[in-house]
């Protein structure tokens, strides 16, 4: 069973920075694709930022050049550094772990970036 335990939400203003952090239960953590999703309410779950486990990343066009996914399989954590926030980057954001068929969540976090 993988748990993803993500911290680090809260409420940022717009142009500062937050840096989310996603927790994983499972000794072979460095085996699974990790991402984060962001959802607002009424929209269909949104992927921001993905890094595999060769290390290859991806980023939403809305994202790029702003947010910087990393991980550190020793510590078995991915985060997530957001930097010049905008209001539209409100959301519920989800630490998603996917290894072929198998995919676990997060019970997510908040952000809100006051304008």
């Given at each position: ?9 809260g ?31 009424g ?26 996914i ?22 519920v954001y989800?630490?998603?772990?996917a ?11 908040q ?5």
């Amino acid at each position: 069973q993988v748990q993803l335990v993500e911290s680090g939400g809260g409420l940022v203003q717009t142009g500062g920075s937050l840096r989310l952090s996603c927790a994983a239960s499972v000794m072979s953590f460095s085996v699974y694709d990790m991402a984060w999703y962001r959802q607002v309410p009424g929209n269909e779950r949104e992927l921001v930022a993905r890094i595999t486990r060769g290390l290859s990343t991806t980023y939403a066009d809305s994202v790029k050049g702003r947010f910087t996914i990393s991980r550190d399989n020793g510590k078995r954590m991915v985060h997530l550094q957001m930097s010049s926030v905008k209001p539209e980057d409100t959301a519920v954001y989800y630490c998603n772990a996917a290894y072929y068929q198998a995919t676990h969540w997060g019970q997510g976090t908040q952000v809100t970036v006051s304008s």
